[in-house]
C-alpha cells in the first residue's frame, strides 16, 4: 500500500503563490509516476500535472502551462507544485496521486492512478 499526504493549501490572492507538497510513504516502489489533479465546485475531477519519477519527464494540462511546475524530492519521497500567477478559476480541491505505469499516454487519466491524498483546499480570492 501507499500512503499519500498533501498540504500547503490556503487562500490567496489573484496573482499569488502556493506550493503544495506530497509526501508518499509504504511500497512507494511501485508507483512510477505522480500527478495533480483537481476538483472545483460543480465541476469533474481534472487534470493539472504529472511527473515521472525516474526519469523526471513532465506532463502539465494546458490551463495551467508556464504557471504551475510538478518537481520531486527523491530523498523525501515528495512532490511538489509549484503554483503561480494564480486566477480564480484555479480554486479548487488538489489531489495528489499516484500510478504505477508509466507510459505517457495514462498519466492524465485519473483512473490509472490507484493511490491518492486526501485532498487540500486551494483558494484564489481577493
Known amino acids: 500500500q501507499v500512503q499519500l499526504v498533501e498540504s500547503g493549501g490556503g487562500l490567496v490572492q489573484p496573482g499569488g503563490s502556493l506550493r503544495l507538497s506530497c509526501a508518499a510513504s509504504g511500497s512507494i516502489f511501485s508507483i512510477a509516476a505522480m500527478g495533480w489533479f483537481r476538483r472545483a465546485p460543480g465541476k469533474e475531477r481534472e487534470f493539472v500535472a504529472a511527473i515521472r519519477w525516474t526519469e523526471g519527464l513532465t506532463y502539465y494540462a494546458d490551463s495551467v502551462k508556464g504557471r504551475f511546475t510538478i518537481s520531486t524530492d527523491n530523498a523525501k519521497n515528495t512532490v511538489y507544485l509549484q503554483m503561480n500567477s494564480l486566477k480564480p478559476e484555479d480554486t479548487a480541491v488538489y489531489y495528489c496521486?499516484?500510478?504505477?505505469?508509466?507510459?505517457?499516454?495514462?498519466?492524465?487519466?485519473?483512473?490509472?492512478?490507484?493511490?491518492w491524498g486526501q485532498g487540500t483546499q486551494v483558494t484564489v480570492s481577493s
Open positions: 496521486g499516484g500510478n504505477r505505469r508509466r507510459s505517457d499516454d495514462v498519466m492524465r487519466l485519473a483512473e490509472y492512478y490507484g493511490y
